[in-house]
């Protein structure tokens, strides 16, 4: 049997008790827990402070630091901190620190700054030695004017060898005037910032009327006032906020029309003055330079930062032909140019995190801010009277002085005069220490008469402090008029707008212009829209060794539909292509897509979507599938599932075919099966389905692709070697699917495999790729037509060993000399 370890031998005293292990986790959780809520994450309801905040300040009142004195350098601030009240990280601090200087972070900064403390775009300050900071006149006056009268509790430091006020006596509510956020255990809180004398109005609507409606208080203070200005849009989240402690706020940044430049550079331009609080300006300028050269974004040439010190001010150039509206529109639907404000005013009460809203902030900080003036008055009550008792004495000296001299000169020191002047005089131990100290000017006559009218002073002034005590009508009176004091001392203008109902965003078919465009797709996989604008024809070439295989006339509102090679259907607005010149490649239309590394099977334009037109997919094992196409007709961003394929297949070739189509498959060996479809021969399947088996391979054998036909259409078959020939579809026979497919007599070499099957008329003209980049362009009729048991023919245009990649049907009326 093993030895078991008594633990209660190692410790004599018995200390060590057995506890199990997840109560001691769930314990010391929750004790880490409500350390970080109480400590440092979550502000206090009474000033509005956390706790690094407020001994930032309160370090720098006992620094001297006033808004009258000169500057001091950051990092003694931050000594100061960290050595007496917050043992924590210097950057915390210091981080801490430039918030309260920063105009763009802080409705009103409690702070004055000298230095660079970071810019709007995210730029950091300098190091804490080379700033320097002090009380600004706001955060002096209206947090620390009373922290020395005793108005609030204070507490040992954390190793007690100084005290530090629990809360700053704060005279206006802090937590509404500059907002906070911070990131507790298991909860957050978020409160935006504030107009001063919107706030001040409320608090003495609430004063004069404790039973004020809601919509009246929120018609005092309609909304946040954020620091860097821009407009909310609506008032329900504003409401939520305000009464249930939590709401979304939509802002947005300010942006108008101009026209900048002169003369021929004249151009329009979109200009953005005010960005939505806490908005990077340069990570949103990136942010819009992706989306442009991405193309989500279409009418934007040129993006200039001209910011200064007197503000914000980044010009987005337009292109001639662009209208204002829907860029605007993208960029309020596609950038952080339009935010929303997750408001959440949690806050602590009494210690305890809270959910509060307006009415319960504006109440919290009145019971709290009628307690810190009560301790004020009685503080003052206490130094007028002590002042009144010492002078009272005084009086009674100069009365009696010759007796007092006289007692002076006899008495053997200071303790026995004190004595004799307290029983002959009826004097206290204070007023006698006093007569004591009274130098001999006071023996004046103009002493005297300053004696008296001082008495009278304080008298009237202890009259006073008494009476507010005892009304509290008049303490809410004198509570009313400090905050009107305020609000002329430091009130300004509103920066944010709201608007109530604003005009909601342009969708994309509203911002879209509805006009007739020229979609073309090249071989390469990229697509530019073109406006027709009186253009008939299509020029097929493009930049490069890249050729058009498809072209499309279409209006703005219509929808390009692309299907990839892993079977998934993705959809695009033509008017949201990137409009190009007509020799222009275009932009990769897997970026529009936000697809990078798909291949795409096939693409189609189109303006609706019917129940009798279906896809056709086939794939790369030989399956195939037939789905309607009304199911593409609502895609998401995410793409749709058209077709289910296994790990080592992918989608060969995707068509267009309605119920009484044909269908001609052709494999890489060369061989043809023809056969209809029909429901009997090809049923209509769901999304999800896998597909039917069409055509039986052999061993290394795939499915090359298929034609849509009819009985008197003709086929083109062209093999890798160039070697090609067309042939009417009445030259097969009709079959069932999943029929052995029939030998097509190409060419007589076996390791020659088909690289195209197109059904073609005569007049078509085709483009061929070669492996030497090279591109041939060829009419149809050039191709022999012969039977079924009939060889082909070599392109004569091809080089010795020179070999076929791709094969297209071109334009018919193109026109390649069109600039």
Request: hydrophobic share 40%; proline share 5%; glycine share 8%.
């Amino acid at each position: 049997m093993p030895r078991q370890l008594d633990l209660t031998a190692s410790d004599p005293n018995g200390r060590i008790v057995p506890t199990a292990l997840h109560s001691e986790m769930q314990r010391s959780y929750l004790e880490y827990a409500m350390s970080v809520i109480v400590g440092r994450a979550l502000p206090d309801v009474r000033d509005g402070l956390k706790p690094v905040h407020r001994r930032i300040l309160y370090a720098m009142h006992e620094l001297g630091l006033a808004p009258d004195r000169p500057y001091r350098k950051c990092a003694r601030v931050v000594g100061d901190v960290l050595g007496k009240y917050h043992p924590h990280g210097d950057t915390a601090v210091y981080d801490a620190l430039v918030r309260l200087v920063q105009d763009f972070s802080t409705r009103y900064p409690l702070l004055s700054g000298h230095g660079n403390f970071g810019s709007i775009d995210n730029d950091p300050a300098a190091a804490m030695r080379y700033t320097e900071c002090r009380l600004s006149p706001l955060g002096a006056d209206v947090l620390l004017s009373e922290v020395d009268e005793q108005t609030v509790d204070y507490t040992d430091n954390f190793d007690g060898s100084q005290r530090e006020p629990v809360v700053l006596p704060a005279r206006l509510p802090i937590l509404l005037l500059n907002g906070s956020a911070g990131i507790a255990v298991g909860m957050a809180t978020n409160v935006p910032p504030h107009n001063l004398g919107e706030l001040i109005d409320g608090l003495i609507a609430l004063i004069d009327d404790p039973q004020i409606s809601d919509e009246a208080l929120l018609a005092l203070v309609p909304g946040p006032d954020f620091p860097t200005g821009g407009v909310i849009v609506g008032t329900g989240g504003i409401r939520d906020t305000y009464l249930n402690g939590r709401g979304s706020i939509a802002l947005r940044g300010v942006c108008a029309y101009e026209e900048v430049g002169s003369g021929r550079r004249r151009r329009p331009a979109l200009v953005v003055t005010e960005l939505p609080f806490q908005v990077n300006k340069a990570a949103w300028i990136e942010k819009v330079a992706e989306l442009v050269n991405a193309g989500k974004i279409v009418g934007i040439s040129d993006i200039r930062d001209e910011s200064s010190r007197e503000g914000v001010r980044v010009v987005l150039e337009l292109k001639r032909e662009t209208r204002p509206d829907p860029v605007l529109a993208a960029l309020y639907r596609l950038t952080p140019l339009q935010t929303n404000f997750g408001a959440i005013l949690l806050t602590l009460v009494e210690g305890q995190p809270r959910l509060v809203g307006l009415r319960g902030l504006f109440e919290q900080f009145i019971a709290f801010r009628t307690e810190t003036l009560t301790r004020r008055i009685r503080y003052n009550l206490d130094q007028a009277s002590t002042r009144a008792h010492q002078l009272e004495g005084q009086r009674i000296a100069l009365a009696n002085l010759r007796a007092v001299v006289n007692l002076l000169t006899e008495a053997r020191d200071a303790t026995q005069a004190r004595t004799e002047l307290r029983e002959r005089f009826d004097l206290s131990e204070q007023q006698a220490e006093e007569i004591l100290k009274m130098p001999l000017r006071r023996l004046t006559q103009l002493d005297r008469e300053r004696l008296g009218a001082e008495v009278a002073e304080l008298k009237e002034r202890i009259v006073e402090l008494q009476s507010l005590l005892e009304s509290r009508r008049k303490l809410m009176n004198l509570l009313k008029r400090e905050l009107r004091d305020l609000k002329k001392k430091y009130a300004d203008p509103r920066r944010t707008r709201i608007e109530a109902q604003a005009a909601p965003l342009a969708t994309p078919e509203e911002a879209t212009e509805d006009a007739p465009q020229l979609v073309q797709l090249t071989q390469r996989g990229y697509v530019r829209r073109v406006r027709l604008e009186g253009r008939r024809r299509a020029s097929t070439r493009v930049e490069g060794n890249d050729f058009i295989v498809e072209t499309h006339t279409a209006r703005s509102r219509h929808e390009l539909l692309a299907i990839t090679r892993s079977g998934r259907a993705y959809s695009l607005e033509v008017g949201e292509i990137p409009e190009s010149g007509p020799r222009s490649r275009g932009t990769p239309l897997v970026t529009l897509l936000s697809v990078p590394g798909e291949q795409l099977a096939a693409t189609f334009v189109r303006e609706d979507y019917p129940e009798d037109l279906f896809l056709v997919m086939l794939t790369r094992a030989g399956r195939i599938k037939k789905l309607p196409l009304s199911e593409c007709a609502s895609i998401t961003a995410r793409g749709l599932i058209v077709i289910k394929l296994a790990d080592d297949d992918a989608l060969a070739q995707v068509a267009l075919a309605t119920a009484t189509s044909g269908l001609v498959i052709a494999t890489s060996a060369g061989r043809l099966l023809r056969f209809a479809a029909n429901e009997a021969q090809l049923p209509t399947m769901g999304r999800t389905a896998v597909g039917l088996q069409a055509v039986k391979l052999r061993k290394d054998e795939t499915a090359l692709g298929f034609a849509v036909v009819n009985p008197d259409s003709e086929l083109l078959v062209v093999s890798r070697a160039g070697i090609a020939k067309r042939l009417g579809v009445s030259e097969l026979s009709l079959k069932e699917r999943g029929d052995l497919p029939v030998p097509l007599s190409l060419t007589r070499d076996r390791n020659d495999p088909l690289v195209a099957l197109l059904a073609v008329a005569p007049d078509d003209e085709l483009i061929f790729l070669t492996d030497q980049e090279r591109v041939l362009r060829l009419g149809a009729a050039v191709v022999s037509l012969g039977d079924r048991s009939a060889l082909g023919a070599r392109l004569g245009e091809l080089q010795p060993d020179e070999k076929i990649v791709v094969v297209a049907r071109g334009d018919s009326d193109s026109d390649d000399n069109e600039g």
